[in-house]
């Protein structure tokens, strides 16, 4: 029995790496300056979220760091575990704490932002007394399905999809170090097409190559982009949402209420929930583009998504469509505006390229003598005092004064915004 289940165990389980030295790509984390690499070596690793696509290592990665710092290692996925589950491992950790005083053992839980917040609430005593080490796996933004309680008690690790580099070193590897493929004479010639069917997801990339050489069921074998595409192509899911088209679909739809196209906005996202897209991915998305696309042009859009996001967070499918369409819609068929999104960037470049400018004197709090005796709030002009609640004063650092920010685009409502400005600001706002 165990040779029959080493005989079925996939490439990807068979060639996962065991150690730091064979893990391919984030090098910004455990690359040989990375920010995790001098922690996991050491053995002082604190509870931590790893963000990222699916296949980039986050569950190896959480394998390695146990091994590394020769921890114990619980595993489980938020799938199938429920609060009775984490409270069963929980209690396992602490009468091994005795065993183990300087190395608190390790609670590995992937695809963390399935789990409920009470299931997440059961986890915060023990992390929060140390009783173990929480590393958690998630394709999804922390900061919107991980409570801020527990979110605040972990340090959050961004992964990154894999590059075309890595992916081919993968294969490569594959080739050399797997026992069921080093007996074949495997020639990558070419390797676009499997590049793109797998999206940077590793593990899918290693799928979809297992399955060409499994269906050629010869030993000498060249790999080229046609090979792949009259194997592969057919079998591959109409919409995959952890994969490639998970990330192209959302970007059509995006684009599709960005280029004030109703039709193309509600197809593609019919095509999202047809393929079980998850109703908040679709619904923040469309918060993005009320405030970058639409933005002062509209103001209304950010409360319509706002209010859609938590209407088919508490309704869901099958009755959420008709909201998301709704939303989808109004936004596509609204004015049309990035002023704001441009401003912010440009704002960012400044701070990055000025630093830390001092702030004006006359903008400073002061709250004591010794403040107000250095010149803070001297000079300052309260606004309400003066004619039209405006008199005129530098608000930005001396160093980029009078720097003009915020360009108000061409639809009607920042067309009076322009003029609003222009009437108060003169030349400082003279667009």
Known sequence: MPYFCLMNEPLAERIRPKTLEDYISQEHLVGETGVLT????????????????????KTT?????????????????????????????????????????????????????????????????????????????????????????????????????????????????????????????????????????SGGDARKLLNIFELLINSEGKDKIVI??????????????????????????????IKSIRGSDPNGAVYWLARMIEGGEDVKFIARRMLISASEDIGIANPTALVIATNTFQAVSIIGYPEARIILSQCAVYLATS???????????KAQAIVKETGDLPIPLHLRNAPTKLMKDLGYGEDYKYSHDYNNNFVAQEFLPDEISSTKIYDPGSNAREKNLRDFLKNRWKDKYGY
């Open 38 to 57: 001098r922690q996991i070596e050491k053995g002082l690793i604190p509870s931590l979220l790893l963000w990222g696509p699916p296949g980039t290592g």
């Open 61 to 197: 990665l959480a394998n390695i760091i146990a091994t590394t710092s020769k921890r114990p290692f619980y595993s489980l996925s938020a799938i199938s575990s429920g609060v009775k589950d984490v409270r069963e491992i929980i209690l396992r950790a602490k009468q091994e704490n005795g065993l183990f005083t300087t190395k608190n053992p390790i609670l590995f839980i992937d695809e963390i932002h399935r789990f409920s917040k009470s299931q997440q609430d059961s986890l915060l005593g023990a992390v929060e007394k140390g009783w173990v080490t929480l590393i958690g796996a998630t394709t999804e933004n922390p900061s919107f399905e991980v409570i801020p309680a527990l979110l605040s008690r972990c340090q959050v690790y961004v992964l990154n999809p894999f590059g075309k580099d890595d992916l081919v070193k993968l294969l490569k590897r594959a080739i050399k170090e797997d026992t069921q493929l080093a007996h074949k004479q495997i020639t990558l010639k070419e390797t676009e097409a499997l590049l793109r069917l």
């Open 224 to 253: 080229t982009n046609e090979l792949v595409l009259s194997r592969v192509q057919k079998n591959t899911v109409l919409y995959d949402k952890t994969g490639e088209q998970h990330y192209d679909i959302i970007s059509a739809f």
């Open 335 to 345: 004015a049309k505006s990035n002023a704001s999104y441009m401003a912010i960037k």
